[in-house]
């Protein structure tokens, strides 16, 4: 499973950016596909997921409602909308797949993307 991050940059507060999850092959069709983040001197932790086949979504508490996860099969992408954007969400941004975990540490992990929001 190859992972692709991108989309990532430097945004004002109430911003929005979109990242981008390339996957190779069936991913998407296999895999529960997720994003994670990890701001500096923190731990790694969960913001978003969506489930292969049925396409049931997660979201942290902290996201929820400024943030979408999406698919689209024909392109073998995850992404990841995100609006109003905050400066604790300051962080580099990973996306992450696995056959079972939804909201855990999942089993293959993509290079991160950076974002920064300035307030």
């Known amino acids: 499973v190859q992972l692709q991050a991108s989309g990532g940059g430097l945004v004002q507060a109430g911003g929005s950016l979109r990242l981008s999850c390339a996957t190779s092959?069936?991913?998407?069709?296999?895999?529960?596909m997720g994003w994670f983040r990890q701001a500096p001197g923190k731990e790694r932790e969960f913001v978003a997921s969506?489930?292969?086949?049925?396409?049931?979504?997660s979201y942290a508490e902290s996201v929820k409602g400024r943030f979408n996860i999406f698919s689209d099969n024909a392109r073998n992408t995850v992404y990841l909308q995100m609006n109003s954007l905050r400066p604790d969400d300051t962080a580099v941004y990973y996306c992450?797949?696995?056959?079972?975990?939804?909201?855990?540490?999942?089993?293959?992990w993509g290079q991160g993307t950076q974002v920064t929001v300035s307030s």
């Open positions: 969506i489930t292969y086949g049925s396409g049931i979504t």
């Open positions: 092959g069936r991913t998407l069709r296999s895999y529960n």
């Open positions: 992450a797949a696995d056959p079972v975990v939804i909201r855990g540490r999942m089993m293959y």
